[in-house]
T-cell receptor, first 112, second 114 residues
C-alpha cells in the first residue's frame, strides 16, 4: 500500500526563482494538505485541496499557489522565492475531512 | 483561528521513566486532537489521537487525556525507551467547517537517556 509520495526530496533554488513541488496521496485518499515546516518549528498550514478546489488557506502570501488533479495528486508552486521560504514542505493526505492525516517525507527546499 | 501551545519545548528522561507533554488550545469548537512523532529527517507519524467526545485513550505505553473544560490535552509515555527519542507535536483540528485544517504546537524534543 503506497503511502504519500513527494518529489523531489531535496531542491536548491536561487532567490527570485519559481519552484514546483509534487505530491501523490495515499491510495484511497482524496484530500491533500500542504504544510511548511521551518527548522525547529511545527508544521504550518499552507492550504488544502479537495475535488480540485482550494478549500482553505493559511496565512501565506499569494506567491504560494497550488493545484489538484483529477487523480487527486497535487502540486505546490512558489513564485519569487525568498530566503525565508527555505523549509521542509510536507504534503498530507486524508479522506474528505477525515481525521487520518498521512504525511509524506517532505521536500527540503533551500533558497540561496 | 485556533492557537495551540505546547510545553515543554525539551524533555530529558531516564530510560524507564514516564514522559508527559502538555498542550492547550484556544478554540472550544475544535474536536480532534492528534499527536505526531517526528524523528530526525523523517516524516511526522501519527502515534495516537483523541476526539472531543472522549476523555482518555490508551495504546500500549502511550496515552492521551483531554480536558475540554480547561481546553488542554496531554501525551503520556510510560516506561520510556531510547527509541522514544524524537520530536513530538500536538495538534488540534479546527471546527468541522474548516475542512480539517490542523493547527500544530511548536513541538517537544524528547531525549531518553539509557
Amino acid at each position: 500500500d503506497a503511502g504519500v509520495t513527494q518529489s523531489p526530496t531535496h531542491l536548491i533554488k536561487t532567490r527570485g526563482q519559481q519552484v514546483t513541488l509534487r505530491c501523490s496521496p495515499k491510495s484511497g485518499h482524496d484530500t491533500v494538505s500542504w504544510y511548511q515546516q521551518a527548522l525547529g518549528q511545527g508544521p504550518q498550514f499552507i492550504f488544502q485541496y479537495y475535488e480540485e478546489e482550494e478549500r482553505q488557506r493559511g496565512n501565506f502570501p499569494d506567491r504560494f499557489s497550488g493545484h489538484q488533479f483529477p487523480n487527486y495528486s497535487s502540486e505546490l508552486n512558489v513564485n519569487a522565492l525568498l530566503l525565508g521560504d527555505s523549509a521542509l514542505y510536507l504534503c498530507a493526505s486524508s479522506f474528505g475531512q477525515g481525521t487520518g492525516y498521512t504525511f509524506g517525507s517532505g521536500t527540503r527546499l533551500t533558497v540561496v | 483561528g485556533e492557537n495551540v501551545e505546547q510545553h515543554p519545548s525539551t524533555l530529558s528522561v531516564q530510560e524507564g521513566d514516564s514522559a508527559v507533554i502538555k498542550c492547550t488550545y484556544s478554540d472550544s469548537a475544535s474536536n480532534y486532537f492528534p499527536w505526531y512523532k517526528q524523528e530526525l529527517g523523517k516524516r511526522p507519524q501519527l502515534i495516537i489521537d483523541i476526539r472531543s467526545n472522549v476523555g482518555e485513550k490508551k495504546d500500549q505505553r502511550i496515552a492521551v487525556t483531554l480536558n475540554k473544560t480547561a481546553k488542554h490535552f496531554s501525551l503520556h509515555i510510560t516506561e520510556t525507551q531510547p527509541e522514544d527519542s524524537a520530536v513530538y507535536f500536538c495538534a488540534a483540528r479546527e471546527p468541522p467547517d474548516s475542512w480539517g485544517k490542523l493547527q500544530f504546537g511548536a513541538g517537544t524534543q524528547v531525549v531518553v537517556t539509557p
